[in-house]
């Protein structure tokens, strides 16, 4: 491996350097986010307190954010950036409820938003699992 201008130094990559990242940690950040996403939505369709409101659409915002990210390096390291499968964009399709389900929950029915959320979520684990299309 050719040093760099940096001498080496871990902190500092080159450009010549790859850096490879193992994909059980983007499976690990898609998880733990969407876990922390749904209950965030759960939390604010039980209790929606209109002083959180901004408070809560950051932290879903970055979660989802998150879930995004890592999904996407999980199909860049284990599907070769294949997005056109039916699955992969019926996952898009559930993620994209999810995230607009926390800022429904202020204005629709609790049992509208519990149903939603368990279906969209319900849909996407099915998707990852059977992968019918």
């Keep these: 491996m050719p040093r760099n201008r940096f001498n080496g130094c871990p902190c500092l990559k ?6 490879d990242m193992d994909p059980k940690i983007y499976q690990f950040l898609h998880v733990i986010s969407i876990i922390l996403l749904s209950g965030f939505t759960f939390a604010i ?15 879903t ?6 879930a995004l990210v890592a999904g996407a390096g999980l199909m860049s390291k284990l599907h070769n950036n294949d997005w056109a499968q039916g699955w992969v964009v019926a996952k898009m399709a559930c993620w994209l409820v999810v995230m607009g389900l926390g800022g429904m929950a202020y204005k629709k029915s609790k049992s509208f938003i519990f149903a939603a959320l ?10 990852v699992y059977f992968r019918p299309f």
């Design 45 to 59: 369709a039980a209790n929606p307190q209109k002083h959180k409101k901004k408070l809560m659409a950051i932290v």
């Design 118 to 127: 368990i279906a969209a979520l319900g849909i996407a684990v099915y998707m």
């Design 61 to 66: 915002g970055i979660l989802g954010l998150v």
């Design 14 to 19: 080159g450009p010549d350097i790859e850096v």
